[in-house]
């Protein structure tokens, strides 16, 4: 009986547990990847020529702008470790915007190697 109180206690606790990892970088130091990501990102590429502007507010909120292309993206985001998840509900292209239903969910894997830096695949975003 006193092992599955354990047991029990155990399983309420664990949810609560799970702290946010630190992120500690060459040139900062970071509360979690969360808070790492919080703020705003530019990626461009020379040939052919792109720019890309993501944000990420704290309150889970992403908004994503290619101005070459003309085309952004509003939804929301998640990060674990070493990977956000955005959740793309509405898309404007060439200023036409329509709301996703059902939203798109898009994963990007990502490696900070400072704190106005991170690495996505081949993509280098520097923080604004």
Request: with cysteine; aromatic share 12%.
């Amino acid at each position: 009986m006193q092992r599955l109180v354990m047991l029990v206690l155990l399983a309420l606790a664990l949810p609560f547990a799970a702290v946010a990892q630190q992120l500690k970088l060459p040139d900062g130091i970071f509360a979690s990847s969360a808070d790492y990501i919080v703020g705003t990102w530019k990626w461009e590429r020379q040939q052919p020529r792109q720019t890309v502007i993501m944000r990420f507010d704290r309150n889970g909120a992403f908004y994503f702008h290619n101005s070459t292309l003309r085309l952004e993206h509003h939804g929301s985001y998640g990060v674990a470790g070493g990977q956000f998840n955005l959740r793309v509900n509405r898309t404007c292209d060439k200023g036409q915007c329509a709301d996703r239903k059902p939203p798109m969910d898009v994963n990007y894997d990502f490696t900070p190697v400072g704190a106005r830096v991170f690495l996505s695949n081949d993509e280098r975003w520097e923080r604004q």
